[in-house]
Protein backbone atom coordinates (compact mmCIF):
# COMPACT_ATOMS: atom_id res chain seq x y z
CA UNK A 1 0.00 0.00 0.00
CA UNK A 2 1.73 3.30 -0.67
CA UNK A 3 2.59 5.73 2.07
CA UNK A 4 -0.12 8.32 1.53
CA UNK A 5 -2.90 5.83 1.54
CA UNK A 6 -1.78 4.20 4.83
CA UNK A 7 -2.19 7.54 6.72
CA UNK A 8 -6.28 7.41 6.45
CA UNK A 9 -7.56 3.90 6.05
CA UNK A 10 -11.65 3.56 6.38
CA UNK A 11 -12.56 0.33 7.05
CA UNK A 12 -16.63 0.76 6.07
CA UNK A 13 -15.96 2.69 2.56
CA UNK A 14 -19.90 1.51 1.78
CA UNK A 15 -20.56 4.67 4.11
CA UNK A 16 -20.68 8.14 2.00
CA UNK A 17 -18.75 10.75 3.84
CA UNK A 18 -20.06 13.73 4.41
CA UNK A 19 -18.79 17.18 5.02
CA UNK A 20 -20.63 19.24 7.73
CA UNK A 21 -21.00 22.94 7.32
CA UNK A 22 -22.41 25.23 9.79
CA UNK A 23 -25.14 27.68 8.40
CA UNK A 24 -23.50 30.45 10.09
CA UNK A 25 -20.03 30.65 10.73
CA UNK A 26 -19.54 31.77 14.18
CA UNK A 27 -15.11 31.96 16.03
CA UNK A 28 -15.39 30.58 19.32
CA UNK A 29 -13.72 31.31 22.74
CA UNK A 30 -12.89 27.72 24.56
CA UNK A 31 -11.21 27.62 27.83
CA UNK A 32 -9.65 24.35 28.72
CA UNK A 33 -8.84 24.32 32.45
CA UNK A 34 -8.49 21.93 35.54
CA UNK A 35 -5.86 19.89 37.00
CA UNK A 36 -5.73 16.45 34.77
CA UNK A 37 -3.56 16.03 32.04
CA UNK A 38 -4.57 16.72 28.55
CA UNK A 39 -5.40 20.54 27.81
CA UNK A 40 -2.43 21.45 25.35
CA UNK A 41 -3.55 17.89 23.86
CA UNK A 42 -6.44 18.96 23.74
CA UNK A 43 -5.84 22.10 21.82
CA UNK A 44 -3.34 20.51 19.66
CA UNK A 45 -6.12 17.93 18.63
CA UNK A 46 -7.71 21.35 17.63
CA UNK A 47 -4.88 22.75 15.81
CA UNK A 48 -4.76 18.65 14.03
CA UNK A 49 -8.28 18.94 12.91
CA UNK A 50 -8.06 22.90 11.91
CA UNK A 51 -5.18 21.80 9.79
CA UNK A 52 -7.19 18.96 7.75
CA UNK A 53 -9.95 22.11 7.04
CA UNK A 54 -7.26 23.93 5.16
CA UNK A 55 -7.18 26.55 8.35
CA UNK A 56 -4.17 28.91 9.36
CA UNK A 57 -3.51 28.23 13.25
CA UNK A 58 -1.25 29.06 15.31
CA UNK A 59 -0.02 28.09 18.93
CA UNK A 60 1.62 30.72 21.12
CA UNK A 61 3.02 29.07 24.47
CA UNK A 62 3.21 31.52 27.98
CA UNK A 63 5.26 28.60 29.59
CA UNK A 64 6.81 26.68 27.23
CA UNK A 65 10.28 27.18 25.66
CA UNK A 66 12.89 26.37 27.82
CA UNK A 67 12.50 22.08 27.40
CA UNK A 68 11.67 20.77 23.77
CA UNK A 69 8.35 19.21 23.17
CA UNK A 70 7.21 17.38 20.48
CA UNK A 71 4.23 19.44 18.74
CA UNK A 72 7.47 21.49 17.70
CA UNK A 73 8.72 18.82 15.19
CA UNK A 74 5.38 17.32 14.43
CA UNK A 75 3.68 20.88 13.10
CA UNK A 76 7.21 20.53 10.56
CA UNK A 77 5.85 17.38 9.04
CA UNK A 78 2.09 18.13 8.44
CA UNK A 79 1.29 19.83 5.19
CA UNK A 80 -0.21 22.78 6.65
CA UNK A 81 -0.63 26.47 7.79
CA UNK A 82 0.32 25.85 11.55
CA UNK A 83 3.19 28.01 13.35
CA UNK A 84 4.11 27.83 17.04
CA UNK A 85 5.80 30.55 18.96
CA UNK A 86 7.34 29.03 21.70
CA UNK A 87 7.94 32.44 24.18
CA UNK A 88 7.69 31.17 27.60
CA UNK A 89 11.39 30.26 30.06
CA UNK A 90 9.73 27.28 31.40
CA UNK A 91 6.86 26.75 34.62
CA UNK A 92 7.77 29.65 36.87
CA UNK A 93 8.83 28.69 40.12
CA UNK A 94 8.83 25.19 39.75
CA UNK A 95 10.87 21.68 38.75
CA UNK A 96 13.84 24.40 39.43
CA UNK A 97 13.01 26.29 37.58
CA UNK A 98 16.34 28.71 37.64
CA UNK A 99 14.65 31.77 35.87
CA UNK A 100 13.78 35.29 38.17
CA UNK A 101 10.24 35.87 38.61
CA UNK A 102 10.90 39.29 36.07
CA UNK A 103 12.31 37.36 33.56
CA UNK A 104 8.93 35.38 33.54
CA UNK A 105 6.67 38.41 33.39
CA UNK A 106 8.84 39.56 30.70
CA UNK A 107 8.92 36.63 28.40
CA UNK A 108 4.85 36.49 29.44
CA UNK A 109 4.14 39.72 28.05
CA UNK A 110 6.36 39.21 24.80
CA UNK A 111 4.05 36.59 24.00
CA UNK A 112 1.18 38.61 24.75
CA UNK A 113 2.01 41.01 22.18
CA UNK A 114 2.76 38.29 19.55
CA UNK A 115 -0.91 37.43 20.62
CA UNK A 116 -1.79 40.55 19.95
CA UNK A 117 -0.08 41.03 16.54
CA UNK A 118 -1.46 37.37 15.39
CA UNK A 119 -5.28 38.23 16.83
CA UNK A 120 -4.72 42.15 14.89
CA UNK A 121 -3.86 40.41 11.75
CA UNK A 122 -7.01 39.16 10.98
CA UNK A 123 -5.49 36.39 8.94
CA UNK A 124 -5.90 33.11 11.73
CA UNK A 125 -8.51 30.81 12.04
CA UNK A 126 -7.22 29.38 14.81
CA UNK A 127 -5.09 30.88 17.63
CA UNK A 128 -4.13 28.96 20.86
CA UNK A 129 -2.77 30.69 24.32
CA UNK A 130 -1.35 27.61 25.63
CA UNK A 131 -1.08 27.84 29.52
CA UNK A 132 -1.78 31.42 29.52
CA UNK A 133 -4.51 30.92 32.36
CA UNK A 134 -1.34 29.85 34.20
CA UNK A 135 0.64 33.12 33.00
CA UNK A 136 -2.55 35.18 34.79
CA UNK A 137 -2.63 33.28 37.85
CA UNK A 138 0.74 33.80 38.48
CA UNK A 139 0.22 38.01 37.65
CA UNK A 140 3.00 37.43 35.01
CA UNK A 141 0.12 38.60 32.89
CA UNK A 142 -2.58 40.80 34.19
CA UNK A 143 -6.33 40.07 34.16
CA UNK A 144 -7.44 42.50 32.39
CA UNK A 145 -4.82 42.56 29.69
CA UNK A 146 -5.88 39.21 28.75
CA UNK A 147 -9.89 40.41 28.90
CA UNK A 148 -9.01 43.04 26.67
CA UNK A 149 -6.61 40.91 23.98
CA UNK A 150 -10.14 38.64 23.88
CA UNK A 151 -12.21 41.39 23.13
CA UNK A 152 -9.91 42.59 20.16
CA UNK A 153 -11.03 38.97 18.42
CA UNK A 154 -12.16 38.85 15.31
CA UNK A 155 -15.74 37.18 14.79
CA UNK A 156 -14.68 34.38 12.86
CA UNK A 157 -11.62 33.43 14.91
CA UNK A 158 -11.40 30.86 17.08
CA UNK A 159 -9.40 31.40 20.09
CA UNK A 160 -8.55 28.47 22.86
CA UNK A 161 -7.01 29.59 26.14
CA UNK A 162 -5.47 26.64 27.70
CA UNK A 163 -3.82 26.34 31.46
CA UNK A 164 -4.95 25.41 34.85
CA UNK A 165 -6.90 27.57 37.38
CA UNK A 166 -8.91 29.85 34.78
CA UNK A 167 -10.36 33.29 36.30
CA UNK A 168 -13.85 33.02 36.86
CA UNK A 169 -13.84 36.55 34.54
CA UNK A 170 -11.79 34.36 31.82
CA UNK A 171 -14.86 31.55 32.03
CA UNK A 172 -17.26 34.28 31.79
CA UNK A 173 -16.13 35.25 28.49
CA UNK A 174 -15.78 31.68 26.57
CA UNK A 175 -17.96 29.86 24.70
CA UNK A 176 -16.84 26.30 25.85
CA UNK A 177 -15.01 25.22 28.67
CA UNK A 178 -13.90 22.36 29.88
CA UNK A 179 -12.46 21.39 32.99
CA UNK A 180 -9.94 18.60 33.00
CA UNK A 181 -9.94 16.63 35.98
CA UNK A 182 -7.11 14.62 37.32
CA UNK A 183 -8.13 11.24 38.22
CA UNK A 184 -4.76 9.10 38.65
CA UNK A 185 -1.35 10.64 37.35
CA UNK A 186 1.70 8.68 36.34
CA UNK A 187 3.76 11.39 38.00
CA UNK A 188 2.19 10.91 41.44
CA UNK A 189 3.47 7.44 41.32
CA UNK A 190 7.22 8.31 40.84
CA UNK A 191 6.97 7.81 36.87
CA UNK A 192 8.88 10.73 35.17
CA UNK A 193 7.28 12.32 32.31
CA UNK A 194 6.71 10.04 28.98
CA UNK A 195 8.30 11.71 25.16
CA UNK A 196 5.05 11.52 22.86
CA UNK A 197 2.81 11.69 26.06
CA UNK A 198 3.92 14.15 28.72
CA UNK A 199 6.11 16.46 26.17
Known amino acids: ?3 DERKMIRLNPYIPMTRLSPEKRVGLVVVLTGYGKGKTTSAM ?3 FRACGHGMKACVI ?3 KGDIFTGEWEAVKKLDCDVEI ?3 GMGFCGIQGNPYPR ?3 REAAQRGLEAARQ ?3 SNSYDLIVLDEINNAIHLKLIDLEQAVELIGTKPALLHLVLTGRDAA ?3 ISLADTV ?3 REIVHAYRKGIEPQPGIDF
Open 1 to 3: MPK
Open 45 to 47: GMV
Open 61 to 63: QFM
Open 85 to 87: VAT
Open 102 to 104: TSH
Open 118 to 120: RIG
Open 168 to 170: PEI
Open 178 to 180: SEV
